[in-house]
């Protein structure tokens, strides 16, 4: 059995900091673990946009707190966002994400990740080598 706190793991190296300052992830549970997905406490902070694109994992997340909102770049769709909402990128979707407050999200990521990952230019996690 495997058991951390948020607490535990934001004051640790599972906490990463995009080199953008638009958001943090507090990643809870990853790859070593050998659960098959990684799972993960981030923020996105208020007043902020991230161009993301995850062309090898896919992710599920689960907004806890905060107002923002996702815009699909394929087809230009707007989507709120707000507690209680859950979004899926089911075909690695290309997206930009906004934050009106700070937001708190739970995700999950499969392939899962490794711990240390941010996202390059194009907004893409690279795949861990023994994926």
């Known amino acids: 059995m495997i058991v951390r706190t948020l607490k535990d793991c934001e004051n640790s190296e599972r906490r990463v900091v995009s080199e953008t300052k638009?958001?943090?992830s507090t990643r809870m549970l990853l790859k070593d673990d050998n659960m098959g997905f990684s799972f993960h406490i981030t923020t996105i902070y208020a007043n902020t946009e991230t161009h993301i694109w995850y062309q090898n994992h896919l992710e599920s997340v689960y907004c806890m707190s905060g107002e923002g909102e996702?815009?699909?770049?394929s087809d230009?769709?707007?989507?709120?966002?707000?507690p209680g909402t859950l979004y899926i990128l089911d075909k690695?979707?290309?997206?930009?994400?906004r934050g009106k407050t700070e937001m708190?999200?739970?995700?999950?990521?499969?392939p899962?990740?490794?711990?240390?990952?941010?996202?390059?230019?194009?907004?893409?996690?690279?795949?861990?080598?023994?994926?």
């Open 112 to 131: 899962p990740l490794s711990g240390k990952e941010v996202h390059d230019k194009n907004g893409v996690y690279p795949l861990s080598d023994s994926a």
């Open 70 to 73: 996702i815009e699909t770049l």
């Open 22 to 24: 638009t958001w943090e």
């Open 76 to 82: 230009g769709k707007v989507y709120p966002i707000e």
């Open 104 to 110: 708190k999200m739970a995700c999950v990521f499969n």
């Open 92 to 97: 690695h979707d290309e997206h930009l994400l």
